[in-house]
């Protein structure tokens, strides 16, 4: 099992930056492909990003690319989440998620989200 907890959501301006991160513990060998989900309130869950957590080969949601920045440390099992030029579009809350099979297809793990709220 793989247990994964998402943390630094707030209010933010418009414009604005944040960083949330995903702290992975459990069996966190496999080779996973590690991904940012978003739900915003009566919406249903969009990708947002993810990465190869071997070899750190991304992939970005059209709505964020050249904003959203995914990364990983795999010395402390976390994924990170930059997020710059924040807008209001952008609220929701933010699911860190796993794919054991490493494919960035099926997504086994999830946290219990943060929610990012961008203030006009």
């Known amino acids: 099992q793989l247990q994964l907890e998402e943390s630094g959501g707030r209010l933010v301006q418009a414009g604005g930056s944040l960083r949330l991160s995903c702290a992975a513990s459990g069996r966190t060998g496999s080779p996973y492909t590690m991904a940012w989900f978003r739900q915003a309130p009566g919406k249903e869950s969009e990708f947002v990003a993810h990465i190869a957590w071997t070899t750190g080969v991304t992939v970005y949601a059209d709505s964020v690319k050249g904003r959203f920045t995914i990364s990983r440390d795999n010395a402390k099992n976390t994924v990170y989440l930059q997020m710059r030029n924040l807008k209001p579009e952008d609220t929701a809350v933010y699911y860190c998620?796993?794919?054991?099979?490493?494919?960035?297809?099926?997504?086994?793990?999830w946290g219990k989200g943060t929610q990012v709220t961008v203030s006009s």
């Open positions: 998620a796993a794919d054991p099979r490493g494919l960035g297809t099926l997504f086994d793990y």
